[in-house]
C-alpha cells in the first residue's frame, strides 16, 4: 500500500516524473505493474534478463509501450550483457590495438546489429575514456587505449559502425573515468587535475564525439575538482549543463551511470541524488533492480515538478528519449560473418612483445586458469589448446592457484620440454597464486612463454622475466583461440601496444 500510496494524487506531474526514468529488474518476468505506474522512459537490460529467452522478453516489453527505449551493454570485452546464442567479441582496446578504424567500425556496427536482433534500441557504448591510470580498477582493457588521440579515433569509428545498425551508441563516461585508483561502485572518486590538464587528455575524446553530432553521453560518478569543487560530474550543473551543453554545445541526450553505485547513493542517497542530476541537466537516470526505489525516485520528482524542476525540462527529457529509439539501418552480417570478424579483430589485436615463435606442439605443456565467469564462462588456454597447438598439453589452475596447484602445474612441467601460462589480471590487484605459480615454473630452467588473457602490462607484475610475451586485452574464446594461432604460427601477431607506459 505504502508503494501505490507514493504514486497516488501526482497527476500530470506523476506521468512527467518518468520521462527521467530508465528502470531495471531482476530475472525474465517483466515489471508490468511497475511499468505501468512509473511510465519510464526506458529499461536497461542485464545479463540476468537476457538468459532464457532474450528476444522475447524485448517483445513483451515493448508490448507495453513501443516507446519504451530498452538499452543494453554491448561493449565487446567484458562489459557484453547479450551474450547467449551470439558472437562474443573482442574488448575496445583489443580492436585499437589493430591500428585499423575501419576493423573498429565492422565491429561496432556488428554489435550494434546484435542490439537490433534483441530488439533493443540502444548500445551502451563506446567507452571514451582515456585509461591514463594502469592502476585503474574498473576501466582498463574496456577502453581504446592511453592516447587521447587514438582513443577519439577509435571511439568514433565504433559509434559510426553502431549508427549503420540503426541502433544509438552512447558515449561514456562524461568528462572521463580513465585517471581514477578508484572503482565508482564502491565509492566517488577524485580526479584532482588541473582544466588545462582535463582538455588535453580526458574531455578531447568527448569534445570529437560531440563534435561529430552522436546521439547520447553517460556521466561519470566522479568528483573533478577543477570542473565543479562540490559535486560529481553526475549531479553537478556546472558540468552538465554549463560544460557540456553550454561550452562544448552538445544537444543529444545525457544518461546518467547506475545511480545505485555507492559513490552516488551512498554520498546523497537516492531520491536526493535523482533531483539533484536533473537539476544539473541529466535527461535519463539509471536506477537500480529496485521495484521501491524506482517508486520512490518518481515519486520525489513527480513532487519537484513545476517547482525545484520546470515541467519543460521532463518534455525535454522525453523528446531526447524517443530520439534514442532504434530506426533505419541495415545488418546483413550472417552468424558466420560475425564469427570470422571476430577471429579477424582477435588476431590483430594481439601484441607479441618478444620471444621466438612458432612454438611446436609436441612438447608444450599449456597452463590454463579458470577465470570468474562473471562477465561469461569462457574455454581456457588450456581447454582449447590441442586444436590450435596440435600435440600439446594442458592443464587448468583456478585463477587464483593454491600451493597444491602451483606443485602439480611443476610436477606437470617437469616431463615437458617448454611451458605456456597464462596470466589474467582486470580487475583487483594481480593474484598471488598467479605470481607463486611463474616463479616456481621459472625456476625450472625451461623456456617459459606468458599470454596475458586481461589487461596486457602482467609483465610488471610478474618476478622475472619469460622467454615469450603476448597480450590478447581480453579472454573471450576467439582471443584464446587467436592466441594459440600466434603460438603455432598460423599467422604473426602485429597488434599494437596501447595500454600506456613502457610495455
Known amino acids: 500500500m505504502r508503494l501505490l500510496a507514493l504514486t497516488l494524487g501526482l497527476g500530470l506531474a506523476a506521468a512527467q516524473a518518468g ?32 538468459r532464457k529467452d532474450p528476444q522475447g522478453l524485448v517483445r513483451r516489453l515493448k508490448a507495453l509501450d ?23 567479441f573482442p574488448s575496445a582496446m ?23 536482433r534483441l530488439g533493443a534500441d540502444v548500445n551502451l557504448a563506446p567507452v571514451l575514456d582515456v585509461n591514463v591510470n594502469p592502476e585503474n580498477p574498473i576501466i582498463g582493457l574496456r577502453s581504446f587505449g592511453a592516447d587521447p588521440e587514438r582513443v577519439a579515433r577509435m571511439g568514433l569509428a565504433f559509434a559510426r559502425g553502431v549508427l549503420r545498425s540503426g541502433a544509438k551508441p552512447v558515449g561514456k563516461h562524461f568528462p572521463g573515468h580513465g585517471d581514477t585508483a578508484t572503482d565508482s561502485h564502491l565509492d566517488l572518486p577524485v580526479v584532482a587535475k588541473p582544466r588545462e590538464a582535463l582538455e588535453k587528455v580526458e574531455l578531447l575524446p568527448f569534445r570529437r564525439y560531440v563534435e561529430a553530432g552522436m546521439p547520447a553521453l553517460m556521466t561519470a560518478h566522479i568528483l573533478f575538482p577543477a570542473l565543479d569543487p562540490k559535486l560529481p560530474a553526475t549531479l553537478s550543473q556546472r558540468i552538465l549543463t554549463g560544460l557540456l551543453r553550454g561550452e562544448m554545445g552538445f544537444r543529444g541526450a ?23 542530476a536533473v537539476k544539473a541537466g541529466a535527461d535519463l537516470l539509471l536506477l537500480e533492480p529496485n521495484p521501491e526505489t524506482a517508486l520512490e525516485v518518481h515519486a520525489h520528482l513527480a513532487q519537484a515538478l513545476g517547482k525545484e524542476v520546470p515541467k519543460a525540462r521532463a518534455e525535454e527529457a522525453r523528446r531526447r528519449a524517443l530520439a534514442l ?10 552468424p558466420k560473418e560475425e564469427e570470422a570478424l571476430a577471429l579477424e579483430a582477435a588476431r ?4 607479441r612483445l618478444f620471444g621466438e615463435l612458432p612454438l611446436p606442439g609436441p612438447g608444450t605443456l599449456v597452463v590454463g586458469l579458470r577465470v570468474t565467469d562473471r562477465y561469461g564462462a569462457e574455454p581456457t588456454l588450456a581447454d582449447l589448446a590441442p586444436t590450435y597447438l596440435p600435440g600439446s598439453q594442458g592443464l587448468n589452475l583456478s585463477e587464483d592457484p593454491s600451493p597444491e596447484e602451483v606443485a602439480r602445474a611443476v610436477e606437470r612441467a617437469r616431463a615437458a620440454e617448454r611451458v605456456v601460462l597464462s596470466t589474467y589480471h582486470w580487475l583487483g590487484a594481480f593474484k598471488a597464486g598467479q605470481k607463486a605459480l611463474f616463479r616456481e615454473l621459472r ?32 579472454y573471450r574464446a576467439v582471443q584464446v583461440r587467436a592466441a594459440l594461432e600466434a603460438l603455432a604460427g598460423v599467422y604473426t601477431p602485429t597488434g599494437q601496444w596501447v595500454f600506456g607506459g613502457e610495455p
Open 19 to 50: 520521462s527521467f526514468l530508465v528502470v531495471s529488474f531482476k530475472g525474465e518476468e517483466v515489471p508490468s505493474e511497475l511499468l505501468k505506474r512509473v511510465r519510464p522512459a526506458g529499461v536497461i537490460l542485464y545479463p540476468g534478463n537476457l
Open 325 to 334: 529509439l532504434a530506426q533505419g539501418g541495415a545488418c546483413p552480417f550472417t
Open 66 to 88: 513501443p516507446n519504451l527505449v530498452v538499452m543494453v551493454d554491448q561493449e565487446g570485452g567484458p562489459f557484453t550483457s547479450y551474450r547467449e546464442g551470439v558472437v562474443r
Open 348 to 351: 590483430r589485436g594481439v601484441v
Open 443 to 474: 625456476a625450472l630452467g625451461k623456456p617459459l612463454y606468458v599470454v596475458a588473457l586481461g589487461n596486457p602490462d602482467d609483465l610488471r607484475f610478474l618476478p622475472g622475466r619469460p622467454q615469450g610475451y603476448l597480450a590478447t586485452h581480453g
Open 94 to 116: 583489443a580492436l585499437s590495438a589493430s591500428g585499423d578504424e575501419g576493423l573498429v567500425e565492422r565491429v561496432g556496427w556488428a554489435l550494434g546489429c546484435q542490439v537490433r
Open 254 to 276: 545525457v544518461l546518467t551511470d547506475d545511480m545505485a553505485m555507492a559513490a552516488i547513493k551512498r554520498n546523497f542517497g537516492a531520491k536526493e541524488a535523482a533531483l539533484l
